[in-house]
């Protein structure tokens, strides 16, 4: 069965920064395309950053080039979100989901099959 665990959410400052990780259990990293989303109140569902864990090919959204950076180790099974110079737009929901197509495709939620439940990251003073 294929599962995702989001974790590493939390309050910090403006320009702080956090890292979470989404841990897959069910298969094996290195043969999918691994995307974070995001959901603040109010707002529709956006494509963050994606990988495809074969050969670390990376995309991200205009919003967070050169603030956020993904990774992925194999060997865990786990798929990492550092987030640097957080601002308060960046605050919402987090989801890692999963395609078995190596499809990174952040403006399509639909390519992404499995999701993960979410994990709240606020950033406030």
């Known amino acids: 069965q294929v599962q995702l665990v989001e974790s590493g959410g939390g309050l910090v400052q403006p320009g702080g920064s956090l890292r979470l990780s989404c841990s897959a259990s069910?298969?094996?990293?290195?043969?999918?395309?691994i995307a974070w989303f995001r959901q603040a109140p109010g707002k529709e569902r956006e494509g963050v950053s994606c990988?495809?864990?074969?050969?670390?090919?990376?995309e991200y959204a205009d919003s967070v080039k050169g603030r956020f950076t993904i990774s992925r180790d194999n060997a865990k099974n786990t798929v990492y979100l550092q987030m640097n110079s957080l601002i308060p737009e960046d605050t919402a929901v987090y989801y890692c989901?999963?395609?078995?197509?190596?499809?990174?495709?952040?403006?399509?939620?639909?390519?992404?099959?499995?999701w993960g439940q979410g994990t709240q990251v606020t950033v406030s003073s």
């Open positions: 069910g298969f094996t990293l290195g043969y999918d395309a």
């Open positions: 989901a999963a395609n078995f197509f190596r499809l990174c495709v952040l403006r399509d939620d639909q390519v992404f099959d499995y």
């Open positions: 990988i495809t864990t074969n050969d670390g090919a990376t």
